[in-house]
């Protein structure tokens, strides 16, 4: 895979995220065909990169109740 550069990248905290600063993920959806996601206490940390379409698939499965404990 191709490495991106998200030094400039637009990050948005997910509206899933805990209002009161803890498990918050960041969201950044700047690039075609991916999205790139990170943890926003930690935003010199790493961030994982998706293809879109799968991180769609992800979201759908969460959103359906399928990884529900």
């Known amino acids: 895979m191709r490495s991106i550069e998200l030094s400039t990248a637009t990050w948005r905290k997910s509206s899933y995220s805990n209002q009161d600063g803890g498990e918050c993920v960041e969201v950044c959806d700047d690039f075609a065909n ?24 992800f979201v759908s499965a969460v959103k359906d109740g399928r990884f529900a404990a």
């Open 34 to 57: 991916i999205l790139a996601v990170r943890d926003s206490k930690d935003p010199q940390g790493p961030a994982l990169v998706f293809p879109a379409e799968s991180w769609t698939a």
